[in-house]
């Protein structure tokens, strides 16, 4: 049985000290070794596969990586190295192997006004309050840094308190990614840090840059020697054979998969990740299961790295990058995790959810070359390339003997009219609706047999401390019948950012057609309930012939009610005599029918 081997090494995966163990060390020897030879990194090798331990900033080590080959160890310290450690506090270091901003790409370098117009279009898109006027723009390794020039008084001594604190500053990469930081941050150190990203994530293979060094030197030494053109016809071919690629996408997917694995519940039993993304954007949802239960959680901007990382290396394949990278994981009752991946290229159109906007796009189509670009994306992002779309060969994952395609849309039944709804909803399904049903996945109900309908919306402010506030707007739709409403059709949401979203299409579809078909009809059977003696509850309130009934809080017969009315994502109802009024959410089951309701009965 072959040995552990522990190795002690630096940022740049130079060996400092080594020895071999005849057992594997535990996490405290792994500690206590790298804390011997004062380095952050520690490798556990045994035959070709490599752990990698690391050490945060607070002096805590914990596994990076439990085990993989080793260039994929290599991505991963690197990965570690940008996400706790650099820039130190001196700034960029240029012998550092994530110091110097990565090569332009076929689309060479962003000019000071393409700069700033991304910036202006980032701002008018989110909505952004910063002006969108008199913006100034400066050029540094990686990109330009973009921001609203203050102009201060130099004769008056008091005028820095006028200065605003915080203002936000974008970095935007030659590829057209943009960054939001904040003044408060060191201009040289948001722009080491901007730069360390783009070096991380565009950086080019092992070999490669192994040989493009072999030229830099090559070329200096023939410069040195008096003598130019000594050396003459250096060709670079160090781009790793088509399968090493694959194997190395797979390999950096697999750890993306472990660090989203960490954002869950304890105890979940399935995850699926999927993302959208152009060399600019990206967008990034993530769903775990507990106990048939959906929690959803956030994508860490550091794992965000790690796609962007992967997406790269894809690139290389004859395929091109993908558009949209669809990861599902089942855990099984053992603890070993089934995972499956599905590589979206854009021959159908994307989802309205995942699709980017048009800059975005274009900004790819020139960082990628492709042999063809699919039709709606060209139309999309208004190129003028009309070569065919080229047949894609197979993703990089599909070689794996271990992948099984995820059914990301299922195949639905056949409508028997054209649906004036399909949208997608969460990460992998469609709502459908048409004038006879609603589909989600595998629930389906009639029009005509839905007993209630809810459509709230709420929007969430994320307070910022380094950076400005961000808005989430949730939008819902849920109906069902009372006694056995099916999962899937009682909670259909939407999420979008910016102060000022715009409801997603297929939600205000949806919300029309229920007030103007399906309400009425929901109206009128309430009505007729409670004339006819009977009751009902919309959430904790009984409606009933007598008025409404909320325990403990308020009896009250239809006379009595003198206002109703709807806002803030509550009905707010009046009582004469009574000083405060009764709140009903609109989260609850048919509570968009209360105010109409009791304008019928108080009439």
Not at 190 to 217: C, G, I, Q, S, Y
Request: glycine share 8%.
């Amino acid at each position: 049985m072959s040995r552990h081997v522990l190795a002690a090494t630096d940022t740049a995966g130079r060996e400092i000290a080594r020895e071999e163990r005849p057992a594997a060390p535990s996490l405290a020897m792994v500690a206590a070794y790298g804390d011997l030879h004062g380095c952050d990194y520690v490798t556990v090798s045994q035959g070709e596969s490599v752990g990698l331990y690391a050490r945060d900033p607070a002096g805590a080590w914990d596994a990076v990586s439990p085990g993989t080959d080793p260039v994929t160890a290599d991505e991963m310290r690197l990965w570690f190295e940008l996400t706790h450690h650099y820039p130190g506090p001196g700034g960029a270091d240029p012998g550092h192997p994530l110091g110097r901003a990565p090569q332009p790409g076929a689309a060479g370098r962003v000019d000071e006004r393409r700069a700033v117009a991304l910036v202006q279009e980032h701002i008018a898109t989110g909505g952004l309050d910063y002006p969108t006027q008199g913006l100034a723009a400066d050029r540094f390794a990686a990109g330009w840094s973009v921001y609203a020039p203050v102009d201060v008084d130099d004769s008056d001594p008091m005028a820095f308190l006028d200065m605003p604190v915080g203002r936000s500053v974008f970095m935007v990469g030659d590829t057209g990614r943009i960054k939001e930081l904040t003044s408060a941050i060191p201009p040289g150190q948001a722009e080491a840090l901007f730069t360390a990203e783009e070096a991380f994530v565009r950086r080019p293979p092992a070999e490669e840059a192994f040989m493009n060094d072999l030229k830099a030197e090559s070329e200096r030494l023939d410069a040195r020697s008096g003598r130019p053109g000594a050396i003459a016809g250096f060709t670079v071919v160090g781009t790793p054979p088509e399968d090493v690629t694959a194997a190395r996408v797979t390999a950096l997917t697999d750890e993306i998969v472990r660090q989203l694995a960490l954002c869950g519940p304890q105890r979940w039993e399935r995850m699926v990740a999927a993302f959208s993304c152009a060399v600019s954007a990206e967008t990034a949802d993530l769903c775990f299961w507990e106990n048939e239960r959906p929690v959803e959680a956030r994508v860490p901007e550091q794992i965000a790295l790690l796609v962007r990382r992967q997406r790269h290396l894809s690139a290389a394949m004859p395929a091109g990058p993908w558009l949209r990278l669809v990861v599902a994981v089942t855990r099984g009752p053992d603890g070993r995790a089934e995972v499956s991946t599905q590589y979206d290229y854009g021959d159908e159109r994307l989802p309205d959810g995942q699709l980017l906007a048009p800059t975005h796009y274009r900004n790819d189509l020139a960082a990628y070359p492709r042999a063809g670009v699919p039709a709606w994306l060209r139309a999309h992002a208004g190129t003028n390339d009309r070569r065919p779309a080229s047949r894609r060969t197979a993703s990089p994952r599909t070689t794996s003997p271990r992948t099984v395609p995820p059914s990301a849309a299922p195949p639905r039944q056949e409508a028997p009219e054209r649906p004036f709804v399909d949208s997608l909803v969460g990460w992998t399904t469609h709502v459908v609706a048409d004038r006879q049903r609603i589909t989600y996945g595998s629930d389906s109900l009639a029009w005509e047999e839905i007993e209630w309908v809810r459509y709230p919306v709420s929007r969430t402010k994320h307070l910022g401390f380094l950076f400005p506030s961000t808005y989430t707007n949730t939008y819902t739709f849920g109906v069902g019948r009372y006694g056995d409403s099916l999962r899937g059709l009682r909670n259909l949401m939407w999420s979008k950012g910016g102060k000022r979203a715009e409801a997603p299409e297929g939600w205000l579809a949806l919300v029309e057609f229920a007030q103007r078909v399906l309400e009425p009809r929901l109206l009128a059977e309430r009505l007729d309930l409670i004339r006819r003696g009977g009751s009902f509850t919309i959430g904790e309130m009984s409606v009933h012939r007598g008025g409404l009934t909320l325990r403990g809080v308020m009896e009250a017969d239809w006379g009595s009610l003198t206002d109703v009315e709807v806002a803030d994502g509550l009905v707010w109802i009046r009582e004469r005599g009574r000083q405060q009024p009764v709140r009903v959410s609109l989260d609850s089951a048919n509570a968009v029918l209360l105010p109409r309701i009791l304008a019928s009965m108080a009439g």
